[in-house]
């Protein structure tokens, strides 16, 4: 008997909700080495972050409110990335929104009704816009996309602190933040006596939504094809650049209303806070659901379950709550080599010997 | 004006600008040589931030900061060696396994430090290397205290240029690692192991971020900080660029971006601008975009960049 590997030429579909299955096993498994070497029981440990993350009513919707942002941060990446536009910088997208919808938020012009529509559609806009300078310098100047996009997060990052700390800081309180939003432009919440919010319901709504328009669209098909082929979407007509730039302005848009929702719903103002790297670990979730719009929704509420989780897991047991950035970066690895088998399958075979 | 060009002209800003330039200097050469053997290593900022933390905890724990030194190059090599089992041999997505790598190596860095140090209200803090002002040289007036009177990994770092440029240019081995970076499939003819070389550019890489970012930890600062690299791994991808995958460009390329770094950390400390030290904290990702937008359609980059290797379609 040997074993070989073979190509594929068809993958068939219950790999893809097989492989990130896999793939988090085998993460958690690997991860079980840093819980030992924190001195924990690793079934104890990993109980503690699971009780953590759904155990109760209000852990469960804590789980659900921290996915929202995911939700979106991951199909903003899924998009682009399926355009091959890579798009590192849905982190400083997420603040362009931020910034939209608190500044929105807050202003007293405004009728109310208007605000939250006016705050989503802002936030949007500002991610898009955002996103749209990295794709412009790209497809212009052909300016690397990956440095682009995350050297922009930098800026946006500073130039939003050095408005908080400036003109925009609120001067009730000695932090550099930005004045609260007003109490009207506030999302809606869901669930009474919890934090579940309209933007976790918009976070799902969205992923059906981009879903639709990636396999029922020409701008969709657009899409694929540049990522699949650029240079035969070329020859097939379609005006490839032009396709880069909207991608991009939709990504942005996705990754601006993550910040939105965290705003409106969450933290109505933003802070140096705001964001714990949301934009970072959408890419891990892109992957994860095989930047799929649909696959995104599970893998973000993973991802939620993680970070809300390992505080309780942190407090229980003493490991570092810091295991949950350990656990996205190892997921990302052991899902991309988990792909493997979606290119070769394993056989085992006998091999004649010559008597 | 003159304000600025006064902080500019002074033995201080230039002795400033060589030191923030070091280790960026070391990443960037780092990143040089695994994209001259066509794989961009995205996983440069992760590599430093780990780098900085293990380079910190063994020199705060044996007591000898070169110790610290060692330890974070073999982290670095460790996981240069990773991306090239992920990259190379199995032939995975450059952009996405880089990426995985540096949020892994983050995450490790930060569990790490608070499995090791756990929450202390006194962050610990090593006695970080002292300049080494060379002797005779470092009296000569101006150019002596700006080029000859720091500690000694920056003379280490900017002479690992010339060297760097010699292996690249003047021996079979750099002759060898170019061809992989331009053309895998004479590269294999020739009789030249294209995945050994990218392991080997992988491992040099990895080594020189682990340096560059212990040097924050152990030159620059005294002590590891979760935001001690914070983006500067990445400008390093932008300099390789600008820079134009050649040492000395590099360098320069380096040096330039050290200059405008010194200069934004002496116009917020000076307070001739009024503006929230933010503003000065951005402009040197602002001035990368910009160089990048200006310089980057010249750029040639390897041919092989981004183009896995795989034995079976030679």
């Known amino acids: ?355 | 004006m003159s304000e600025i060009l006064e902080q500019i002209f002074q033995i201080g800003f230039f002795t400033a600008m060589l030191r923030v330039a070091t280790p960026l200097l070391l990443a960037t050469l780092g990143e040089m040589f695994s994209e001259r053997a066509g794989v961009l290593n995205l996983g440069i900022e992760g590599i430093m931030l780990l780098g900085a933390m293990v380079g910190f905890a063994a020199g705060y724990f044996s007591g000898s900061l070169w110790l610290g030194i060692v330890a974070a190059a073999v982290t670095g090599i460790a996981f240069g060696g990773l991306m090239g089992l992920l990259t190379v041999s199995l032939g995975l997505s450059q952009h996405v396994s880089g990426l995985g790598i540096t949020l892994l190596c983050s995450g490790l860095a930060f569990f790490g430090y608070r499995l090791i140090f756990g929450q202390p209200s006194q962050p610990p803090h090593v006695d970080a290397f002292e300049s080494v002002p060379l002797p005779w040289f470092s009296d000569i007036p101006f150019i002596g205290p700006i080029l000859f009177d720091h500690v000694t990994l920056v003379y280490i770092a900017f002479l690992l240029v010339p060297f760097a440029a010699f292996l690249l240019y003047r021996t079979p081995w750099g002759l060898n690692l170019r061809t992989v970076g331009e053309n895998l499939q004479a590269a294999a003819s020739a009789g030249v192991s294209v995945a050994w070389k990218r392991y080997q550019a992988l491992m040099i890489s990895g080594a020189l971020f682990g340096i560059a970012g212990a040097y924050f930890s152990l030159a620059q600062f005294n002590a590891f900080t979760f935001g001690v690299i914070s983006g500067r791994g990445w400008v390093c991808i932008a300099l390789v660029v600008l820079g134009r995958w050649d040492p000395w460009r590099c360098a320069f390329a380096a040096l330039l971006f050290g200059a405008v770094d010194a200069l934004q950390l002496r116009l917020q400390s000076s307070g001739i601008i009024d503006l929230p030290f933010q503003v000065f904290l951005l402009l040197p990702f602002l001035v990368t975009v910009v160089a990048m937008a200006v310089l980057a359609r010249n750029a040639r980059a390897p041919a092989s960049l981004l183009v896995p290797y795989r034995k079976e379609e030679r």
């Open chain 1, 1 to 355: 008997m040997r074993i070989r590997l073979e190509t594929r030429f068809i993958t068939p579909a219950w790999l893809n909700f097989v492989l990130p299955v896999i793939a988090v096993f085998a993460t958690l498994v690997l991860c079980g080495g840093l819980v030992v070497a924190a001195g924990a029981d690793v079934f104890e440990a990993y109980t503690a972050l699971f009780k953590g993350a759904f155990g109760n009513r209000f852990n469960f919707v804590e789980t659900l409110v921290k996915a929202a942002p995911l939700v979106f941060t991951g199909l903003a990446v899924a998009v682009a990335f399926r355009a091959r536009f890579w798009n590192i910088g849905a982190e400083g997208q997420l603040l362009a929104g931020a910034m939209a919808a608190a500044f929105i938020g807050a202003r007293e012009g405004l009728p109310t009704w208007s605000l939250v529509p006016s705050m989503l559609v802002g936030g949007a806009l500002a991610g898009g816009v955002w996103a749209s300078i990295p794709a412009l310098l790209k497809v212009r100047l052909k300016v690397d996309d990956v440095v682009a996009t995350l050297m922009l997060n930098f800026v946006i990052f500073y130039a939003m602190m050095a408005l908080l700390s400036g003109p925009w800081k609120d001067s009730l309180s000695g932090y550099p933040d930005s004045p609260d939003i007003r109490m009207v432009a506030e999302f809606p919440i869901l669930l009474e006596t919890t934090r579940l919010h309209l933007g976790v319901l918009l976070a799902a709504l969205g992923a059906v939504v981009v879903w639709l328009v990636m396999t029922r669209t020409t701008f969709g098909f657009a899409i694929r094809a540049v990522g699949e082929n650029t240079r035969a979407a070329a020859h097939g007509g379609i005006p490839v650049n032009r396709v880069v730039l909207f991608t991009a302005v939709l990504s942005g848009g996705l990754a601006g209303l993550a910040g939105v929702g965290e705003v409106a719903g969450l933290h109505f103002q933003v802070m140096a806070t705001l964001s714990p790297g949301y934009g970072y670990t959408g890419i891990v979730i892109a992957m994860l659901a095989r930047l799929n719009p649909l696959g995104v929704v599970p893998a973000a509420i993973f991802f939620a379950a993680i970070a809300t989780g390992a505080e309780s897991m942190s407090r229980a047991t003493g490991v570092p709550v810091f295991l949950a950035d350990v656990i996205q970066g190892a997921s990302l690895i052991c899902m991309l080599v988990a792909l493997l088998f979606t290119q070769y399958r394993v056989r085992l075979k006998t091999v004649m010997r010559n008597a």
